[in-house]
């Protein structure tokens, strides 16, 4: 007669089964989390290449709609945004408190930002509170900080006298 397992034993692991089953996990694990973490630098990278096309075809609408009404180095453009984009004498957008150009003052960066791009992501001049990218500006060229992930720096850059925008 031959021996049969009892059924007791046919149902459950054994410790080595167990011990291999966690180290094939561990495994898995010791690769899968650090892909995962790195896409959180993927996904800020795709928003500021976002942001950066946005500003950059708002701009490009902006200094279409000056050139077509001959607006160079006038204020306030009605029908456009509120009706209150500034612009330089290239039609470029530098302000909406009356000003024909960035002149190295980020407010006047800020407000370009805010006015000319729809539904922006935040933007302050500030170097400490919550919003998403902060404007600093020299000259005539704007830039805006992302400031969710600062490691690696990305940030936007506006030249308002040649109406590039450029990216990370």
Not at 139 to 163: H, K, M, N, W
Request: aromatic content about 8%.
């Amino acid at each position: 007669m031959s021996a049969r397992p009892s059924l007791a034993r046919l149902k459950a692991f054994t410790l080595v089964e167990l011990v291999c089953t966690l180290v094939v996990i561990g495994v898995i694990a010791s690769v899968a989390l650090p892909r995962f973490f790195d896409l959180s630098d993927e996904a800020y990278d795709a928003a500021v290449l976002a942001t950066a096309r946005s500003l950059e075809a708002a701009v490009s609408f902006a200094t279409a709609g000056c050139a077509v009404r001959g607006w160079q180095g006038r204020d306030n453009l009605p029908g456009y945004a509120t009706g209150g984009v500034d612009f330089n004498s290239s039609c470029h957008p530098t302000d909406t408190g009356n000003a024909n150009a960035i002149g190295g003052r980020a407010a006047r960066c800020m407000r370009v930002w805010q006015t000319i791009l729809a539904g922006a992501p935040s933007v302050q001049t500030g170097a400490t509170g919550a919003a998403d990218y902060r404007a600093v500006a020299a000259g005539e060229v704007c830039r805006f900080l992302f400031r969710r992930d600062t490691t690696p720096a990305r940030q936007i850059t506006y030249d308002a006298s040649t109406g590039d925008v450029s990216d990370p």
